[in-house]
């Protein structure tokens, strides 16, 4: 009974056609996704080092003065410029996130959390295996892959390409 309905070559087209669907759809669907998973751990601490608008904590500075050291070669040394390094840091921590979730200057922004992630690893090396190397893959992955459909950088580049584009019409017409 079932024979008669289905067949192999049938069943086989409906699940080809199923897996092209999702493939388009998680091709829309995972830039984002994984744009926000990067985005909100730093977003998260970024919002604990600022007391206000524009006001860094006092904590943001004692953390790179006296609790975070780069662990090198069995060694720990200080930061250099400790509060330089605190208000960068925590501009970063806020910024980057901002423009991964609204993917505008994708790569750049993951890029740049990347090279956080990097010096976060020389800071605290135990975490490298729950935190560290999950949060390299996905700026990793962000960087191979792009930001996606679902991007103000896919906004734009759609733009430049339509004013290119009308451009190259309306002087083929005038020709």
């Known amino acids: 009974?079932?024979?008669s309905r289905f067949s192999l070559p049938g069943l086989m087209a409906a699940l080809e056609a199923i897996i092209g669907w999702l493939a388009c759809a998680a091709q829309v669907v995972a830039p984002p996704l994984l744009r926000i998973a990067l985005a909100?751990?730093?977003f998260?601490?970024?919002l604990t080092k600022w007391d206000g608008f524009l006001s860094l904590a006092p904590t943001a500075q004692f953390l790179f003065e006296e609790q975070f050291k780069l662990h090198i070669f069995g060694q720990a040394y200080s930061?250099?410029?400790p509060g330089t390094l605190a208000l960068l840091d925590s501009v970063a921590e806020i910024v980057l996130p901002v423009l991964l979730v609204v993917g505008?200057?994708?790569r750049f922004s993951a890029l740049g959390l990347l090279v956080m992630t990097g010096v976060i690893q020389l800071?605290?090396?135990e975490g490298w295996a729950n935190f560290h190397l999950?949060?390299?893959s996905l700026a990793v992955a962000i960087i191979a892959l792009g930001p996606g459909k679902l991007s103000l950088d896919h906004l734009i580049v759609l733009?430049?390409?339509r004013q290119r584009h009308g451009r190259q019409t309306a002087q083929a017409k005038t020709d």
């Open 159 to 161: 733009s430049w390409f």
């Open 134 to 136: 999950p949060w390299a």
């Open 1 to 3: 009974m079932i024979g």
């Open 104 to 106: 505008l200057a994708t």
């Open 44 to 46: 998260k601490s970024g």
């Open 79 to 81: 930061f250099p410029m």
């Open 123 to 125: 800071v605290v090396p």
């Open 40 to 42: 909100v751990p730093f």
